[in-house]
């Protein structure tokens, strides 16, 4: 890893950092309704710089947050970091087997489809044990989790337009 | 904003997905509720003592000892009568087949009623929490 990459890693995962904590302290109408803000860094990394760079960003920012929130190693923490893992490994997963087939808002949508059906994997498995609650919660999770990923993906397809366009913006923004 | 530079930049893969979702995911929240089990069970009380907790998928025929005599309760398909009582104006028999809600049969204080498996769980859950 040469010393340009780390210094983007780095500056991604501030943003990153910077958009996780900004979205929590969003008011939502359901507490467990997030959006999925950092999953725009995510993605843009991962599609300019490829899946390792994501993994890296994804990995920072769950832990920073954890530690800065102060959920490291609790349940929010694991729901997360298995959320986020699982995301940006099937972005990476479904553009690496064919890069033309979805666009960076059908990759955002896969993301917010992976992260939740994990995160109620493991609130199943771990906390809540009653299949019940979680089929009765699902489709509703991943119906948010669908309209959110649009949103998202919409939002990094423009991003990362913008910084393809022009060489020097990518000079200056990273 | 260009709404049409928007739909232009998806692929027919991603509006295929999409789509599938949504719909398979809004199919989810209606119907989700109808597939689960419902979890109902019938209690049957005798002059105010629960004596038997039924599940309401099987099909059985109970019979309890009243004061007046022998009433006989019938589970079936999903439904509950009471096929037979010793009671005068055999109200509770006319009443027929429910599927929710109760019978009662005072002369012989036999009160039979459908509820909710999780209610009694519910409240637990509630006095946890507050005690």
């Known amino acids: ?174 | 904003m260009k709404l049409k530079g928007l739909l232009s930049s998806t692929t027919v893969a991603d509006r295929l997905l999409l789509s599938i979702l949504i719909v398979l995911s809004l199919s989810g929240i209606i119907f989700i509720k109808e597939v689960l089990p419902k979890g109902q069970t019938v209690k049957i009380d005798v002059d105010g003592h629960p004596l038997y907790l039924l599940p309401i998928e099987k099909d059985v025929k109970v019979s309890v000892e009243g004061p007046e005599g022998k009433t006989i309760v019938e589970i079936k398909d999903r439904k509950i009568r009471i096929a037979e009582s010793p009671c005068l104006n055999r109200l509770c028999i006319k009443q027929g087949w429910i599927k929710r809600g109760a019978i009662v049969c005072l002369p012989n204080r036999v009160v039979v009623t459908v509820g909710d498996e999780n209610d009694d769980e519910r409240k637990k859950i509630v006095d946890a929490i507050t005690g």
């Open chain 1, 1 to 174: 890893m040469q010393l340009q990459d780390k210094y983007r890693i780095a500056l991604l995962s501030a943003y990153a950092l910077g958009l996780h904590g900004f979205e929590s302290l969003l008011p939502t109408p359901i507490p467990w309704l997030r959006l999925g803000l950092a999953n725009i860094i995510t993605l843009v990394t991962l599609l300019l710089y490829g899946i390792r760079s994501a993994m890296m960003v994804t990995l920072i920012r769950v832990m920073l947050a954890s530690i800065f929130t102060g959920s490291f190693l609790g349940p929010a923490f694991i729901l997360s970091l298995g959320g986020g893992v699982t995301s940006t490994l099937s972005m990476g997963f479904v553009l690496s087997l064919s890069p033309r087939l979805f666009s960076t808002i059908g990759l955002s949508v896969i993301g917010a489809l992976f992260h939740n059906i994990v995160q109620l994997f493991l609130a199943y498995f771990l906390f809540i044990q009653r299949i019940e609650a979680i089929l009765l919660i699902a489709p509703l999770i991943i119906f948010t989790g669908i309209l959110t990923g649009t949103v998202n993906g919409v939002i990094s397809d423009l991003l990362v337009k913008n910084l393809k366009n022009t060489d020097v913006k990518i000079q200056n923004w990273i």
